[in-house]
């Protein structure tokens, strides 16, 4: 076997994040974006010792777990979702099954609780970035979503199962109006262009919904005009795109009635304008004007409301995250059984959500994030609350936290998805708290920090799954860890 050959096989099982792998004489064979079962077609890719690395050519046969049809038009180009095909039952199955064998091969005797469903198994995003680009090469400005695989081409987005019907017109609105007023795009190789992003954000608390327009800074007028953009070419700059019409526009279609549906109320809360020239493929703020409205949500979670602004971190599922913030909250408790927890430290805290659904059992809980738009959002959250025990920092987690004076009882850990820095995590383990929380939407991540926890003397006393993201192969995981010598039904033995 070499890289290049075309090789066929069965998919034997599927690990994550959706890996699927077959044996070819003595080699094990792994492929993504497959299902168990499937009968495949695959290029090789890489080829070492015992394993080779494939690329899905062509399904042969799907696999019996295939049973219903996508409900999405865009699902075999777009890539956004995996398991459309698949029973909700069964992908939580699925999904059960593989983080549960990645976390055994690291837990010895692991207490496995099982995954919670989504409330909501589809249009349950409360938060999208479309990107602006062509379908065709020098074809007609498109707006979506990239194509699988892919980082440069875009494919046009309709009718996107993952959001509230809303959005599908305000999408298709757009790109109509842009196509109309000869708006060109960013090009990312030339560095050329004007449009990048339209980011949509919506509560579900009542309905409320954010556009967002993501722009270069380089425009005609800009480029007549040198020096820093005043007041006065700022708004002659949204003249020449055309934004006082396309604000218009989008009140229009929500006067004619083509926001509501029988199962959901939308309104038009706010449309912002930014303007962005970071190199990265992200939507970073260079500068923020408000067109129409608001240029926040309001959202609520387990009996608390949340001011979302338009860049501060928030759970992409509302009502899921209501599921895994309950489980915390469920953890917490059982490792305090007179319901007091002490002074918390929630690190990597974001918009401060867990802080405050944890601050009743806390004599004082901490909240450390980077981002500073979303700690000043926590600490208007938690005055919005009526919360007054509630402390939030930002900054990096290893620098800020030796400026807190007051120690902890208890660490929650929310890190990014690639887990903690090594340093970071033995700063945190070096405070010795009895009990940690570790969250984590990437259970690899978990899996890698889990060893080091328990090398520091922490066993995993309850670990759980919840599925904030359905149709798709990601998943929350928690997981409690107490520290051994406080255990009390635990003891240590060598075996020789």
């Known amino acids: 076997m070499k890289k290049g050959d075309i090789l066929e096989g069965k998919i034997e099982e599927i690990r994550f994040p959706n890996k699927g792998y077959f044996h070819y004489e003595d080699t094990s064979v792994s492929v993504k974006n497959v ?8 290029r090789v890719k890489k080829k070492r010792s ?85 379908e065709e090469k020098d074809g007609p400005l498109t707006l979506g979503l990239h194509r699988q695989g892919s980082t440069y081409d875009v494919l046009g987005i309709h009718s996107c199962a993952l959001v509230r019907p809303a959005w599908n017109e305000i999408l298709k609105f757009t790109q109509s109006f842009f196509r109309k007023h000869r708006v060109n795009f960013y090009h990312k190789m030339q560095r050329t262009g004007i449009l990048r992003h339209l980011v949509i954000r919506q509560s579900f608390a009542d309905g409320g919904i954010l556009v967002n327009l993501v722009t270069t800074t380089r425009h005609e007028l800009t480029e007549k005009k040198q020096g820093d953009i005043g007041e006065g070419l700022r708004n002659e700059v949204i003249e020449e795109l055309h934004l006082p019409e396309y604000v218009a526009g989008l009140l229009r279609l929500e006067s004619e009635g083509r926001f509501e549906t029988l199962t959901s109320h939308s309104h038009l809360a706010g449309v912002l304008y930014t303007e962005n020239d970071s190199l990265a493929d992200a939507v970073v703020c260079d500068s923020l004007t408000k067109l129409y409205g608001d240029d926040y949500l309001m959202e609520e979670v387990l009996g608390l409301r949340f001011k979302i602004s338009p860049f501060s971190f928030f759970q992409t599922n509302t009502r899921g995250c209501e599921v895994l913030y309950r489980k915390v909250r469920e953890y917490v408790l059982s490792a305090c059984p007179d319901g007091k927890a002490g002074v918390i430290y929630d690190l990597y805290s ?15 809980v901490y909240g450390i994030e980077l981002v500073e738009e979303a700690v000043e959002a926590a600490r208007e959250n938690a005055k919005l609350n009526r919360l007054k025990n509630c402390e939030f920092i930002a900054g990096d987690v290893l620098k800020k936290l030796d400026e807190i004076e007051e120690k902890p009882d208890f660490i929650v850990l929310d890190p990014p998805r690639d887990g903690c820095t090594p340093k970071a995590l033995e700063k945190i383990l070096s405070y010795g708290v009895e009990h940690i929380i570790y969250i984590s939407c990437k259970p690899t991540s978990l899996a890698r920090d889990l060893v080091t926890i328990q090398e520091r003397g922490y066993r995993v006393v309850r670990a759980a799954a919840t599925d904030g993201y359905p149709q798709t192969v990601h998943v929350e995981t928690v997981a409690l860890l107490s520290r051994l010598s406080e255990a009390k039904h635990h003891i240590e033995v060598k075996v020789d």
Not at 73 to 102: D, I, W
Request: negative net charge; charged residues 20%; aromatic residues 8%.
């Open 50 to 134: 015992g394993h080779a690395e494939a690329i899905l050519l062509e399904t042969k046969k799907e696999s019996p777990l295939a049973s219903k049809k996508p409900v999405c038009p865009h699902f075999y180009e777009c890539g956004g979702c995996s398991y459309q095909q698949v029973a909700y039952t069964n992908q939580l199955r699925l999904k059960e099954k593989m983080v549960k064998t990645l976390l055994s091969e690291v837990v010895h005797d692991l207490p496995w609780e099982g995954i919670e469903a989504s409330p909501d198994p589809l249009q349950y995003r409360n938060k999208m970035e479309f990107t602006f680009g062509d």
């Open 350 to 364: 974001g918009t401060g959500t867990i802080a405050q659904i944890l601050s009743p059992v806390a004599t004082r």
């Open 35 to 42: 299902l168990p079962g499937a009968e495949v077609s695959v």
